[in-house]
T-cell receptor, first 116, second 111 residues
Framework: DAGVIQSPRHEVTEMGQEVTLRCKPI?????LFWYRQTMMRGLELLIY????????DSGMPEDRFSAKMPNASFSTLKIQPSEPRDSAVYFC??????????????FGPGTRLTVL | GNSVTQMEGPVTLSEEAFLTINCTYT??????LFWYVQYPGEGLQLLLK?????DKGSNKGFEATYRKETTSFHLEKGSVQVSDSAVYFC??????????FGTGTRLLVSP
């Protein structure tokens, strides 16, 4: 099993540019999560999907952030326009659970984003 | 709302010392509790979990017991190794897949 795959692993961009982060969940998992990790705020859940449908996006910081899951094997997190305060490590995680059940979330290696 | 409080780090120990990392929680309902570990440059990995009161989760020599009366889930290991150096996160969920994490505790183990 390849685990959760994220790309790119590192991204450096300039303020105002569009950034797209990608995630491939573990095959057969039906829940997908996007997290952001910073020194100041720790680990925050941004959004999660179940069966490709966004269930809770209350953690998305503002309209500059958007996430999609067009199929069971792919998700994107887009920031447009990017700002220096978006600099963080973004993690994708997947699980085989559904609402009401507790299943282990498996994390990808993360994308380290730096916005200059 | 739901929250998790962990002890401040870093925790610095010598190899073979006893480890305790404290974790307390506030939650509505009956949460499930987790410890995740993050090694440098990597994502989080589940270390252990407990889904109901008095359950003990264990893995790789680490243990934690779900204490409802004290709303705690302290992580312990009898003899730490240098390879245990990492950041440890306590987390909870009350279902609906949303994990709430603590701020993390960095453990540094020296030879």
């Amino acid at each position: 099993d390849a685990g959760v795959i994220q790309s790119p692993r590192h991204e450096v961009t300039e303020m105002g540019q569009e950034v797209t982060l990608r995630c491939k969940p573990i095959s057969g998992h039906n829940s997908l999560f996007w997290y952001r990790q910073t020194m100041m705020r720790g680990l925050e859940l941004l959004i999660y999907f179940n069966n490709n449908v966004p269930i809770d996006d209350s953690g998305m910081p503002e309209d500059r952030f958007s996430a999609k899951m067009p199929n069971a094997s792919f998700s994107t997190l887009k920031i447009q326009p990017s700002e220096p305060r978006d600099s963080a490590v973004y993690f994708c995680a997947s699980s085989s659970g559904t609402s009401g059940r507790v299943d282990t979330q498996y994390f990808g290696p993360g994308t380290r984003l730096t916005v200059l | 709302g739901n929250s998790v409080t962990q002890m401040e780090g870093p925790v610095t120990l010598s190899e073979e010392a006893f480890l305790t990392i404290n974790c307390t929680y506030t939650a509505t309902g009956y949460p499930s509790l987790f410890w995740y570990v993050q090694y440098p440059g990597e994502g989080l990995q589940l270390l252990l979990k407990a889904t109901k009161a008095d359950d003990k989760g264990s893995n790789k020599g680490f243990e934690a017991t779900y204490r409802k009366e004290t709303t705690s889930f302290h992580l312990e290991k009898g003899s730490v190794q240098v390879s245990d150096s990492a950041v440890y996160f306590c987390a909870l969920t009350t279902g609906f897949q949303k994990l709430v994490f603590g701020t993390g505790t960095r453990l540094l183990v020296s030879p």
